[in-house]
């Protein structure tokens, strides 16, 4: 699988590569390709580490335990450049980065006037000069026993070492001064571990030591995730503390990568997104969400951009578009200190947009479910930067549209300017079907692709009747745009409003909301005589399934009058839409079954509920 | 006398003589100001007023000092010369005056004493609400007081107190420690409750009243009527509501749902969040699926107008885009934000919104929450409440629906129901109690005093039935309680004025029904008013000294690290947890009785519905066997839990040999809900402390056998010897990931002690060997092959009369079986082989001194431990202790 995807990523930098070469040629539209974490647009020149807890490899081979074990074992050979949540090793002293990644520390029980920040934050920036100092002195005395440190290492690591000391510099000898009695708690931060109001639970102490000799108290602990530290004292005595470090073993279990904007030069539309995965530890405990979203402006957190969308390599990106920027986020996280995955080069495509927009909208946008109606499918463009216009529409369909009536094209100021009658058995018509500029190309069970002349003036309304019905709430009719037949990128329809004929103002149909799941069910003819003469020989059952975003089992099946199983004619897995099964007279057996009434029964079984209706059909000879 | 002496003299008594009449002419005449007033007849505390008295018909200039207290009780005139040469001047004292005179509102003459309690609400007026417990109401009656009466059969008591254990059902009310006022009433077929409280300031001893403007109060009654000799039928209705004083009418009423208080109706709605999430995020698909959201608003005129009329659309973030609508798959949530404020909103203005609604088409597994600008926690911050749950898991959209819910704040909460009970009817005992829960929200407007109000409803109930015809016996329950089914209301005011922070439950939550799992005096949360429990540890504090059974000699002023059975001397008789034997109906592998969690304590959990059958027959008064069926599943997502199961008990005392114990328990399990607990646990170097336990679901389709017998021999005088053994065996039906296909635990425990007493001395070795053999279910956590072997022998002799010594040695030696050929072990959590050797002694004296029994015992305690592989120790510990007791 990781050769393919190298193989993918391969063949986007020839694509890059033809890019150029095609737009050097003039052409002026053409697919491009954006790869971060390559050459070009390196990880570190791309984004931020929040808490600075992702590592930017060059080679994953380079990520391995202490004793030299490479973690990550299937690695594409040809990919420089990985991001990775951070692997601790033994001498990262974690504490270091606490403030940078937003952590902190705190003393909350001594007098806030005892709570000087510059030697809070000196037990933890490794400076030697300064320390928590709880010694008494002739003038000052105070009570130690009890005061907690507390230190939020603003991200979960998997801690396995603490140590802390007092100063021993020649500067300050103060070796005596060290804290001869503690507990340390940890909390690894998750919410079930926190207080409402996000303070920390700490349970048992995972180290107790009331007696301690030690001036460098040295703790090796088991490896857990830790979020939270508290050091507690245990003792009246004066002391102080120069530094608290804090090691860890394993991968960071939650880590992020947030790119910068990304500005495109234009606005532009988007193809597929693809990148390369690794794995170290078993896959189940480690996953990564990769999310894009995409706006106008460079300003990502204003109310013009998309909200984040989670993305599978592969996909069709569905961002709003056409569109000048984009952002992109890698989230890490993992279960266990082994676990982890990495990300290689991140690539998707674009390219700029046929015309500027195209606004569509649907009537009806309310019809009955399952039901076929005559949709009216109206896009208006826009183009006001003289783009080279589309020639090639493609309308999403909830299924096989059974008849493509008319399609208009309509000049801004509302003439007509050119028009196709389609003859409305559509089925019985080889593809292509062509009416002087207009065609129909292809009908397929989610789309129909029409053929029109370049449709490029601003202002231009294209008309498009059509029959079909809708199986489910929420049925978006999108239009594809594409300069030719053979581009690969297209431009997404927006919902608003096309013409004020319409007054939908959307490409949302909507339907009925209630629980049935099973539609009609028909048979075509009722009565069927296989006697092979030719004529009506075999039963069309059709059927519609409602609502079903996910496979549910169906069965067809043929029972005689009598309650006999005679025939299992279809067990598949269906989705919202219209499904076709033909009879032919005979029974599991391959046999003629006597003439007589049959009862056809079709079953969903859907997780909430099993549909089923029956309908009684003939056989004659 | 000389001449001279007598003259003097005679002027003296001349001038006396003279100064006489003077004396006598300058004694006014100051009639009953002097103090003769009488009121006539029996002076009477009764709200009469002042009267006429013709004693005070005095026509004279001089102002009138009318002699009260002072005159009543020390004749003293204020206008007298005051001398105290010979008779001293004494202080005030008012015993006679203490107290003070209390009227009712029929101006009854209450008593003279002192107010202890007094709970008034007026209406309308700020700061109407007032609860006044004085200090004496703490210091004299250590906070409780009990009124009560009685004639014939019917009683009635009234108790005021903070802690009163007061249960009305266990799935609407039941307090280990409430605050308020119980009116009990009882006669022979006849039985009722009241209770009221206000649960937002119940109020603390003090010489100020607690006065409140915007209160929480509670009000729960329940009556049972006995029907014939064998039913009882009850009634039960239990609100926490919130009311305001600044209004006028009765809208705050218990039985309409609260009101808004002077917080939240302070300033308008401006922005209504909506978020969407996966109600089940572990499978990471098929979550929410938002197909279409609309607002309807209703404005102060009663018009409507719906957002896609006037264009204004919700701000969608989050979600993944999927074809025709949004879906909130594992973590991902989608927040839907509903801004008044914005330039797109053309509707009317918030300050006329009278009410707003939602419709969200919407599908598979959903959870829907919501907030807004004014429902908020301390820092401001939206605090989101839940609406509703999708039930099951449906991930294939086959339960799209229309959810319609109105935005309000939370006002009230509101529980009814009602209950049967029959008793040895036909030979079935029954109970049955069936709960309806009401939670009301209203939409704050400040320009209305009739806020629209929206409820959304959960029910609960359960039923027991059961029957004993000897040798034969049945048991079956059936249950069912709402995910949303609520016994909490929110608080307000607490700790400012009016207040609530949505977010806090340990200042602004009120429980109907605590948290009590081990049925303690107080509950095992914190909540605001109430004491509460840190440590809890349901049935391991067999004798109720509020120490675990696994540490005895802890204490706060004693603090012990090691648990009882690690610890020298006292491992002998103290075993490991993991040897107790018990049932486990959920199957999370924790023995039922000994769990904690920190849910309210319902008898059956929330979001469960199903039953439990079993039957069975006493083979012998001995021998019980018994087969039982339990099917419940969780109604907000498709877990379920499938156990068929099989048990064998025997008990039996045989004189003069011992008793014998044998228990058996199968199970064909196919259990996937989560029950994760709370519990007690010990680590080394800790007292002990809560630790969260994660169910490990290791029976989702599973054998579970447990094995246990115990044989204790005690034919011998002074010789004791206990066997135990116990086998569990876990077999998985399918690969579960991080489970052990198969998991045992055997564990082998037999010890002896015997008491030789020669004279005065008595000698007591004991030997005890323990083998544990296990491979623990979570394939993380490594199997264990140990046996330990420990002797020691103790020797006791008196010393004098009140003293006595005892000494005693303990040899002890573990065994890792499971390490290398080095001696390392293979995992780094197991023990090493180690040997320990110890030797203590101490001087014992138990005196009786002022009063008290002082123990003093002096001491020291030597421990060696060495390991294989790892340096030796030696410990020693040297005490003087004294102890002041009360005797045994």
Redesign the interface.
């Known amino acids: 699988m990781l050769s393919t995807r190298s193989d993918l990523i391969r063949s986007v930098r020839c694509c890059h590569i033809l890019v150029m070469v095609v737009l050097f040629t003039g052409i002026g539209y053409a697919k491009q390709t954006m790869i971060v974490g390559g050459e070009e647009r390196p990880w570190q020149d791309t984004g931020t580490t929040p808490g600075e807890v992702v590592d930017i490899v060059d080679h994953l081979d380079q990520v391995r335990t202490v004793d030299g074990v490479q973690l990550f074992i299937e690695i594409p050979e040809d990919i420089d450049g990985w991001i990775v949540p951070l692997r601790l090793l033994p001498d990262f002293n974690i504490s270091r980065g606490v403030l940078a990644r937003g952590g902190s520390i705190d003393v909350p029980n001594i007098d806030p006037g005892q709570r000087r920040p510059a030697e809070l934050v000196g037990m933890l920036n490794g400076d030697h000069t300064i320390a928590f100092d709880r010694t008494f002195t002739a003038e000052r005395t105070m009570r130690n026993y009890g005061v907690r440190i507390i230190i939020d290492l603003g991200a979960r690591f998997g801690v396995n070492r603490i140590r802390f000391y007092p100063r021993m510099t020649p500067d300050y000898p103060f070796h005596h001064q060290y804290l001869p009695a503690y507990e340390i708690y940890l909390n690894d931060g998750l919410p ?2 926190l ?3 996000g303070q920390p639970m700490f ?6 030591d009331d007696s301690n000799s030690e001036t460098l108290v040295d703790l090796s602990i ?1 490896p857990q995730f830790a979020r939270y530290l508290e050091l507690r004292s245990l003792t009246q005595a004066g002391f102080e503390i120069d530094q608290i470090e804090i090691y860890g073993t394993g991968f960071v279990p939650r880590a992020r990568y947030l790119s910068n904007v990304i500005d495109l030069g234009d606005q532009m539309i988007f193809g597929t997104v693809r990148w390369q995965e690794s794995i170290a530890g078993e896959a ?1 405990h480690s996953r990564v969400d990769i999310r894009m979203r995409s706006g106008p402006d460079p300003d990502p957190e204003a ?1 013009t951009w998309s ?4 993305l599978r390599s592969g996909q069709q990106l ?1 961002l709003p578009a056409p569109r000048r920027y984009v952002q992109f986020s890698v989230d890490f996280s993992s279960q266990r200190l082994d676990a982890a995955r990495a990300i290689g080069e991140l690539a998707f495509e674009y390219a700029t947009p046929p015309v500027d927009r195209i606004i569509a909208e649907v009537s009806p946008d309310f019809v009955q479910i399952g039901q076929p109606e005559t949709f009216t499918y109206a896009a208006r463009i826009v183009n006001t930067s003289d783009r080279p216009g589309f020639e090639h529409l493609r309308i ?1 369909t909830p299924a096989r549209v059974e008849a493509v009536h008319e399609v208009q094209v309509i000049d801004p100021s509302g003439h007509l300017v050119a028009q196709a009658v389609f003859d409305p058995h559509l089925a019985e018509a080889p593809l292509p079907i062509l009416q002087g500029e207009f065609a129909i190309e292809a009908v397929e069970d989610d789309h129909f692709a029409l053929g029109l002349p370049v449709l490029v003036q601003d202002g231009t309304l294209l008309k498009v009747v059509f029959d079909t019905a809708v199986f ?5 009719f ?1 239009g594809h745009a594409y300069t030719h037949r053979e581009a690969e990128l297209y431009l997404l329809t927006e919902g608003g409003n096309a013409t004020d004929e319409l007054g939908t103002d959307g490409v ?1 149909v ?1 339907v009925t ?1 209630d ?1 049935r ?1 099973v539609g009609e069910l028909l048979a075509e003819p009722a009565l069927i005589t296989p006697d092979g003469d030719g004529i009506n020989e075999q039963m069309s059952i059709s059927y519609s399934v409602l ?6 089992p169906a069965q067809v099946r043929i029972y005689a009058l009598s309650g006999r199983l005679v025939r299992v004619l279809s067990q598949t897995s269906v ?2 839409g219209r499904y076709v099964v033909t009879w032919d007279g005979r029974d599991d057996q391959d046999n003629l079954l006597p003439p007589g009434q049959y009862l056809v029964q079709l079953q969903v079984e ?4 099993t549909g089923r209706r029956t309908i009684l059909v003939g056989l004659a000879y | 006398m000389s001449p001279r002496s007598a003259s003097v003299l005679t002027w003296i008594f001349a001038a006396i003589m003279l100064a006489a009449p003077y004396r006598t002419g300058a004694q006014q005449d100051y009639g009953s100001r002097l103090g003769t007033v009488q009121r006539g007849g029996r002076v009477t505390f009764e709200p009469q007023g002042p009267g006429v008295l013709f004693d005070a018909l005095d026509p004279a200039v001089r102002k009138w000092f009318v002699p009260q207290e002072l005159y009543n009780e020390y004749r003293w005139k204020s206008w007298e010369y005051t001398n105290y040469a010979r008779d001293h001047y004494r202080r005030y004292v008012d015993i006679a005056h203490e107290g003070t005179h209390f009227y009712d509102m029929y101006g009854n003459l209450v008593t003279r004493g002192w107010l202890i309690y007094d709970f008034t609400e007026d209406t309308p007026q700020q700061f109407g609400s007032r609860v006044f417990k004085t200090t004496r109401y703490r210091s004299w009656f250590s906070n409780l007081l009990i009124a009560s009466d009685a004639r014939g059969e019917y009683y009635y008591t009234v108790t005021i107190g903070d802690e009163i254990r007061t249960t009305l059902t266990p799935m609407t009310f039941s307090k280990p420690a409430f605050n308020g006022i119980q009116f009990d009433f009882a006669a022979d077929k006849y039985e009722c409750t009241l209770l009221l409280s206000r649960p937002s300031r119940p109020a603390f001893a003090a010489e100020i009243p607690d006065v409140r403007t915007s209160v929480t109060n509670l009000l729960g009654g329940r009556g049972v009527v006995n029907v014939g000799d064998f039913v009882k039928l009850g009634g039960t209705f239990v609100t926490a509501f919130q009311t305001q004083t600044l209004r006028e009418d009765f809208l705050g009423s218990p039985f309409t749902g609260g009101s808004l208080t002077t917080g939240q109706n302070a300033v308008q709605v401006s922005r209504i969040i909506i978020r969407l999430s996966d109600d089940s995020p572990e499978d990471g698909v ?1 979550g929410a ?1 938002l ?2 959201d609309e607002i309807i608003i209703t404005d102060l005129d009663g018009n409507t107008v719906r957002g896609s009329d006037i264009g204004f659309e919700a ?7 999927r ?3 949004l879906a909130a798959d594992g973590d ?1 949530q989608i927040f839907l934000t509903y801004d008044f404020t914005s330039p797109r909103y053309l509707g009317p203005d918030p300050s006329v919104i009278k009410k707003v609604s939602f419709e969200l ?1 919407i ?2 597994d959903y959870r829907v929450e919501m907030t807004s600008d004014r429902q908020t926690n301390a820092d401001g911050q939206p605090v989101f409440l839940m609406v509703k749950r999708a039930a ?11 959810l319609r819910f109105d935005y309000g704040l939370p006002t009230a909460n509101t529980i009814y129901g009602f209950t049967l009970e029959t008793m040895d009817l036909m030979g079935f005992d029954f109970y049955g109690e069936y709960n309806i829960n009401h939670q009301y929200r209203r939409y704050p407007n400040v320009n209305r005093e009739h806020h629209s109000k929206s409820i959304e409803r959960a029910d609960a109930w359960m039923m027991n039935v059961s029957r004993v015809d000897y040798p034969w016996f049945v048991f079956g329950e059936a249950y069912s309680m709402d995910d949303s089914y609520s016994t909490r209301s929110f608080l307000v005011g607490t700790r400012g004025e009016d207040e609530i922070d949505y ?4 200042h602004y939550i009120y429980e109907f029904v605590d948290n009590n799992d081990n049925q303690s005096r107080y509950p095992d949360w914190q909540r605001f008013g109430q004491k509460y429990e840190t440590l809890v540890f349901p049935g391991w504090d067999s004798n109720n000294n509020f120490l675990v059974d696994f540490n005895q000699n802890d204490n706060p002023y004693r603090p012990n ?1 090691i648990p009882d059975y690690e610890e020298p001397f006292l491992r002998y008789h103290v075993d490991r947890p993991e040897f107790l034997f018990g049932i486990d109906m959920n199957n999370n592998l924790w023995i039922d009785r000994f769990e904690n969690d920190d849910y309210a304590s319902y008898p059956y959990p929330r979001d469960h519905r199903g039953y439990n059958l079993y039957g069975g027959v006493f083979i012998t008064p001995e021998a019980r066997l018994t087969i039982g069926r339990v099917d419940e599943r969780l109604m907000a997502s498709d877990n379920r839990n499938k156990t068929h199961y099989f048990l064998f008990t025997y008990d039996d005392d045989f004189a003069g040999v011992g008793r014998l114990r044998v228990f058996e328990y199968l199970r064909l399990a196919k259990d996937d809900i989560p029950n994760d607990l709370v519990q007690w ?3 080394p ?2 007292r ?5 336990i994660t169910d490990p679901l290791a029976a989702q389709n599973t054998w579970i056998n447990s094995f246990y017998i115990q044989l204790d021999y005690r034919e011998i005088r002074h010789l004791n010897i206990i066997n135990k053994c116990k086998f569990d065996y876990i077999k998985q039906r399918e690969d579960q ?1 991080d489970l052990r296909e198969l998991s045992t635990f055997l564990g082998i425990i037999n010890k002896a002690d015997y008491i030789h007493v020669i004279g005065e001395i008595e000698i007591e070795p004991r030997w005890k060997s323990e083998f544990l053999r296990w491979r623990p279910v979570r394939d993380q956590d490594p199997a264990r092959l140990e046996m330990t072997q420990t002797l020691s022998f103790l020797l006791r002799f008196p010393l004098l009369n009140r003293s006595m010594i005892e000494a005693g040695f303990e040899f002890s030696r573990f065994d890792q079986f499971r390490d290398d050929d080095d001696g390392i072990p293979l995992h ?2 197991l023990s090493p082989d180690s040997t320990s050797r110890v030797f203590a002694m101490q001087l014992h004296n138990r005196s009786a001194y002022l009063g008290y029994e002082l123990i003093l015992q002096t001491g020291f305690r030597i421990k060696k431990e060495t390991y294989s592989h790892l340096p030796s120790s030696t410990t020693s510990h040297m005490f003087v202790t004294a102890y002041a007791g009360m005797g045994n």
């Open positions: 079930e571990n207080f409402a109001s349970g048992s102490p995972v180290v107790r088991e189940r109310d909200s984040w969308q989670l569905n999403q489910r709430y929420g049925t978006p999108d949302l909507r909301v629980s799941i609502h079903l975003l996910e496979p549910a989705v919202n859907a997780s909430r509920t | 098929g699926a197909f279409d701000r969608r973030e989050g979600g993944f885009q074809v025709g609508y991902e088409v599908s598979n099951g898991n449906i991930q294939d959209n086959s339960n799209q629906t229309i977010e806090n439950e340990l690290f646990v010990q680590p170097n800790s002990g402390t809560m630790q969260r990931p780094h959590s």
